[in-house]
């Protein structure tokens, strides 16, 4: 898939770029009757252009309201995937197809078939950062803002899958005391936080507090005074007397937090290497040029099996149903 993505986006994402892209980017919205949604993790740019900007819950559910013709995603593959479920007769376009996840990779469908036959009578709760093959083998979907929400729902005496995430299948085990079946899956970026260098932050700044997402692991995740998804964190550090917060997830976010706190102090957790790795490297492939030339082309586009798509669908539905 994604040698054809690169081959694609040479073909079509080439040429005169217009001097005013946020003009001609505009044009193209009203052309293609089209809504722009924004991960909190994508560049200021795209963010600044967006006509939502939302955590993974939130987007999802812009999606499935949404009364535009197109749907133009900046953000990663499996959320562009979750809207075209949503919007079968919808475009959903996404910028540069090779935005995918690192953690929606460690959960190939063959693999994680064989580990579902393996716990028959187990519910599978699927965080949605999964594939749409992973979500039509799930019974129920669920984000970081409500994955403990939805785990406490379930009856007690029901075994439970947790998949693919096991930082936050972890986290969700110590708020709700239910003892999950975790698969081993985790994420690039909130696995490269350095413990010794946060401890450090917090001895330079003894008035700042960390706060952290639930895809940390517990070493990070035992130093924030406050655990959410984007959006909870977001809200969290606008509400919050606090002026100085160790900022433990995808340093995109901070643009927000720096927007609706101008006055405070948001200072990105380190990585363990001297690298900018706590950047979610498949997030920042969209750029506002690749945006532009995805809207123009109209594509690359997001397609998938009928099959798939309806077996994904359910499981959707009854989080969106949930989380209403
Ligand atoms: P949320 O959007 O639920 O905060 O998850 C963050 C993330 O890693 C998305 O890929
Ligand atoms: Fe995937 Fe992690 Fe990037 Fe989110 S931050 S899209 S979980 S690789």
Known sequence: MFTTALAQRDKTQSGEVPLDLFA???????????????????????????????????????????????????????????????????????????????LADT?????????KAAHPNHVVVSY????????????????????????????????????????????????TGRDLILWQGSCIVHETFSEKKIVQLKIAHPEAEAIAHPEC???????????????????????????????ATEPGIIHQMQKVAPYKRFIP??????????????????????LYWAMKNRTPEITMSEDIRLSALQPIQRMLEISA
């Not at 949605?128 to 803002?145: F, Q, V």
């Not at 957790?269 to 690749?290: D, G, I, Q, V």
Request: charged residues 20%; proline residues 6%; aromatic residues 6%.
């Open 24 to 102: 001609a980017i505009e044009s193209l919205k009203k052309e293609l009757n089209a809504v722009i949604l924004a991960h909190y993790y994508q560049e200021p740019d795209i963010q600044d252009i967006a006509d939502f900007i939302g955590d993974s819950l939130q987007l999802a559910k812009v999606a499935a309201r949404t009364n535009a013709d197109a749907i133009v995603f900046a953000g990663v593959h499996f959320m562009a995937e979750t809207a075209k479920i949503l919007n079968p007769h919808k475009i959903v376009l996404l910028p540069d197809l090779n935005a995918g996840c690192s």
């Open 269 to 290: 957790a380190p990585p363990l290497n001297n690298c900018a790795c706590n950047e979610c490297p498949f997030m920042r492939l969209n750029t506002l040029e690749k």
């Open 107 to 115: 959960c190939p469908p063959k693999e994680f078939a064989a580990f």
């Open 217 to 247: 692991e517990t070493s990070i995740l035992r130093h924030a005074s406050f655990i959410g998804s984007t959006a909870a964190l977001l809200k969290y550090c606008q509400e919050s007397p606090i002026k100085e917060f160790i900022v």
């Open 128 to 175: 949605i950062n999964c594939s749409a093959e992973i979500k039509a083998m799930s019974d129920i979907i669920c984000t970081s803002s409500n994955a403990v929400k939805i785990v406490q729902q379930i009856p007690e005496d029901q075994p439970i899958i947790f998949a693919p995430d096991r930082n936050l299948g972890r986290y969700v085990m110590e708020k």
